[in-house]
């Protein structure tokens, strides 16, 4: 492929240190998503969160309804099924470190926006398949748990599969 | 909008590159600034405020 | 580039010095992709309430000296979004996918967007990417990053700063005769989740723009503007957010280019500058919109200049899907 951008110079002498930053930090969840982790722990569920006033069903859960700017508590959750439909889907190809590993992010990986039914948003997630050819909107899409459930969403729900689903 | 009517009266630019390495943070908006105080024919002292940002 | 200096950096207040902001007053905005139309609409808001004459706006980025997409990732839900956000390259993978799902529109066509704004970018002496050859062949050969982008359907990773004066209009006619009027200036903010609603359509720009064109006495953007510099990150962007702007009806943003109506001689020259595609670099790139935008008002686009500019668009974007939209003339409106 025809490079079409500048030369750079090669001759220069680079004065360089190296030195490493750790940033250990604490991140508050919130109620909702609190309890969201424990049914997710406990039960296998999978909660969002619906807006006492104009009945919007959000996922992930939180804790005000932006539209109504009513707050929502636990007792506004609701169990949505692990089932959804794709919307939009990618594989991502390109390499670039992950902040939360400091590694390369494996790729290529599936990445698709779907609705969990009974939701009335939209979410993303890895998706499992790095063919687009076999990616295509409309099609179901199931959540793969863990064997073992901690409480993390990626690490208890690591990708959705697609599924064939009889209508 | 207000009744006090705003205008864009100078501006600068530096040459956008992939990578800047002959310049730190502070050298680098130095070129742009100075370019528009030179463009607009103003002094630093002329300027009652500034907003100033990156991502 | 550690997290986006200024973030991290904020005792320091990285580059005040040269801004120059000794004993004055400075106010940092850091608005993700918006920063630079932010930065831009805050300084309008400084002069027009009367409580400044004269102000400065800085916007700057030293992209290439951490991972953009690394720090964007941390911009982020750390629960929710961030295990397998993909930077901004994802989500806009995933607009792209979905306006060709809905509208068939092909690569080919996206193509023809980069080969457009990088070739206006040759005009540029500031644009980074400057490629006055570029075909559309080599778009398509470049190797699809995230589908249905490919590396040369994005734009680049730049390094600069940009800086802009404003005036009141007693001031303004003292520097200059040729002053780019604000006639409007809009933001449209979006749910924290980006992926709350199905954003390929960018509903914050249309609001943004309809907004925008309401005050600026705009009725028919497509006659009403002379040249617009949108911000296009993919050249799938720029043929969505033209119809979310709107130049056309939605599904038609490949039409208006293939009709020539979005290039150089055209009724409605997009990006003369070369755009995002060609130079991006974050802190200043919409901030550039806006000095583009003037540059065209005041007859002072050299190579790139449209002609005949009496009304300019000049867009921003960024975070979860907000859009700033600025309008600038060349009289007062009055």
Same mark, same amino acid.
């Given at each position: 492929?025809?490079?079409?951008? +500048?030369?750079?110079?090669?001759?220069?002498?680079?004065?360089?240190?190296?030195?490493?930053? !750790?940033?250990?930090?604490?991140?508050?969840?919130?109620?909702?998503?609190?309890?969201?982790?424990?049914?997710?722990?406990?039960?296998?569920?999978?909660?969002?969160? +619906?807006?006492? +006033?104009?009945?919007?069903?959000?996922?992930?859960?939180?804790?005000?309804?932006?539209?109504?700017?009513? /707050?929502?508590?636990?007792? !506004?959750?609701?169990?949505?099924?692990?089932?959804?439909?794709?919307?939009?889907?990618?594989?991502?190809?390109?390499?670039?470190?992950?902040?939360?590993?400091?590694?390369?992010?494996?790729?290529?990986?599936?990445?698709?926006?779907?609705?969990?039914?009974?939701?009335?948003?939209?979410?993303?997630?890895?998706?499992?398949?790095?063919?687009?050819? +076999?990616?295509?909107?409309?099609?179901?899409?199931?959540?793969?748990?863990?064997? /073992?459930?901690?409480?993390?969403?990626?690490? !208890?729900?690591?990708?959705?599969?697609?599924? /064939?689903?009889?209508? | 909008?207000?009744?006090?009517?705003?205008?864009?009266?100078?501006?600068?630019?530096?040459?956008?590159?992939?990578?800047?390495?002959?310049?730190? =943070?502070?050298?680098?908006?130095?070129?742009?600034?100075?370019?528009?105080?030179?463009?607009?024919?103003?002094?630093?002292?002329? =300027?009652?405020? =500034?907003? =100033?940002?990156?991502? | 580039?550690?997290?986006?200096?200024?973030?991290?950096?904020?005792?320091?207040?990285?580059?005040?010095?040269?801004?120059?902001?000794?004993?004055?007053?400075?106010?940092?905005?850091?608005?993700?992709?918006?920063?630079?139309?932010?930065?831009?609409?805050?300084? &309008?808001?400084?002069?027009?309430?009367?409580?400044?004459?004269?102000?400065?706006?800085?916007?700057?980025?030293?992209?290439?000296?951490?991972?953009?997409?690394?720090?964007?990732?941390?911009?982020?839900?750390?629960?929710?979004?961030?295990?397998?956000?993909?930077?901004?390259?994802?989500?806009?993978?995933?607009?792209?996918?979905?306006?060709?799902?809905?509208?068939?529109?092909?690569?080919?066509?996206?193509?023809? $967007?980069?080969?457009? @704004?990088?070739? @206006?970018?040759?005009?540029?002496?500031?644009?980074?990417?400057?490629?006055?050859?570029?075909?559309?062949?080599?778009?398509?050969?470049?190797?699809?990053?995230?589908?249905?982008?490919?590396?040369?359907?994005?734009?680049?990773?730049?390094?600069?700063?940009?800086?802009?004066?404003?005036?009141?209009?007693?001031?303004?006619?003292?520097?200059?005769?040729?002053?780019?009027?604000?006639?409007?200036?809009?933001?449209?903010?979006?749910?924290?989740?980006?992926?709350?609603?199905?954003?390929?359509?960018?509903?914050?720009?249309?609001?943004?723009?309809?907004?925008?064109?309401?005050?600026?006495?705009?009725?028919?953007?497509?006659?009403?503007?002379? $040249?617009?510099?949108? &911000?296009?990150?993919?050249?799938?962007?720029?043929?969505?957010?033209?119809?979310?702007?709107?130049?056309?009806?939605?599904?038609?943003?490949?039409?208006?280019?293939?009709?020539?109506?979005?290039?150089?001689?055209?009724?409605?020259? $997009?990006?003369?500058?070369?755009?995002?595609?060609?130079?991006?670099?974050?802190?200043?790139?919409?901030?550039?919109?806006?000095?583009?935008?003037?540059?065209?008002?005041?007859?002072?686009?050299?190579?790139?200049?449209?002609?005949?500019?009496?009304?300019?668009?000049?867009?921003?974007?960024?975070?979860?899907?907000?859009?700033?939209?600025?309008?600038?003339?060349?009289?007062?409106?009055?």
């Amino acid at each position: 492929m025809k490079k079409l951008s +500048k030369r750079r110079k090669s001759n220069e002498e680079i004065f360089e240190i190296k030195w490493k930053t !750790d940033l250990p930090y604490r991140y508050s969840i919130g109620k909702l998503a609190v309890k969201f982790f424990e049914e997710l722990k406990e039960h296998r569920k999978i909660m969002g969160s +619906k807006c006492k +006033k104009c009945g919007k069903v959000h996922f992930p859960p939180r804790a005000v309804c932006a539209d109504c700017l009513v /707050k929502m508590t636990v007792d !506004d959750m609701v169990e949505l099924p692990p089932k959804g439909t794709l919307e939009g889907f990618t594989v991502v190809n390109y390499p670039f470190t992950d902040p939360s590993t400091g590694g390369i992010r494996p790729f290529p990986y599936g990445y698709g926006l779907f609705k969990l039914d009974g939701a009335d948003t939209y979410t993303m997630h890895f998706v499992n398949e790095t063919d687009v050819t +076999k990616m295509k909107i409309g099609q179901r899409v199931e959540a793969v748990f863990n064997d /073992k459930l901690i409480g993390d969403f990626t690490a !208890d729900i690591p990708y959705f599969n697609i599924i /064939k689903e009889e209508k | 909008m207000s009744k006090n009517h705003v205008a864009v009266v100078g501006m600068g630019q530096t040459k956008f590159r992939s990578k800047r390495r002959d310049v730190n =943070i502070p050298e680098m908006i130095y070129e742009a600034v100075d370019m528009a105080l030179k463009d607009a024919k103003l002094e630093p002292g002329d =300027i009652d405020a =500034i907003l =100033i940002g990156n991502f | 580039m550690d997290h986006f200096e200024g973030i991290n950096f904020s005792e320091m207040w990285t580059g005040i010095d040269a801004a120059p902001g000794y004993l004055k007053p400075v106010v940092k905005i850091a608005t993700g992709g918006t920063t630079g139309s932010s930065l831009a609409i805050c300084g &309008y808001h400084n002069i027009a309430s009367g409580i400044y004459d004269k102000v400065l706006v800085v916007g700057w980025e030293k992209l290439n000296e951490g991972g953009a997409t690394t720090g964007i990732i941390t911009a982020f839900d750390p629960v929710w979004e961030r295990p397998s956000l993909a930077g901004a390259l994802g989500p806009l993978a995933l607009m792209a996918g979905m306006y060709s799902a809905k509208y068939g529109i092909t690569p080919e066509q996206a193509a023809k $967007v980069t080969v457009k @704004n990088r070739s @206006n970018a040759a005009n540029n002496p500031f644009a980074h990417l400057q490629m006055p050859d570029i075909t559309i062949d080599y778009v398509m050969s470049s190797q699809v990053i995230s589908y249905p982008l490919r590396l040369h359907d994005c734009c680049p990773q730049s390094e600069g700063a940009c800086a802009l004066i404003y005036a009141n209009e007693k001031e303004a006619k003292k520097i200059t005769d040729t002053p780019a009027w604000f006639h409007a200036v809009e933001t449209a903010h979006y749910y924290t989740f980006g992926t709350d609603d199905k954003m390929y359509d960018l509903p914050t720009a249309t609001i943004a723009s309809k907004k925008a064109y309401k005050r600026a006495g705009i009725k028919n953007p497509l006659r009403d503007l002379d $040249v617009a510099e949108i &911000y296009e990150p993919t050249s799938w962007s720029e043929l969505s957010w033209t119809e979310a702007l709107g130049f056309c009806k939605p599904g038609e943003g490949g039409k208006l280019l293939d009709e020539g109506i979005t290039q150089m001689s055209g009724e409605l020259p $997009v990006n003369p500058s070369g755009g995002v595609l060609s130079t991006n670099p974050i802190g200043a790139t919409a901030l550039v919109r806006v000095a583009e935008a003037a540059i065209q008002i005041m007859d002072r686009g050299g190579k790139r200049q449209v002609p005949d500019v009496e009304k300019a668009l000049a867009m921003g974007f960024g975070g979860s899907l907000w859009t700033e939209v600025m309008i600038l003339g060349n009289e007062p409106l009055r």
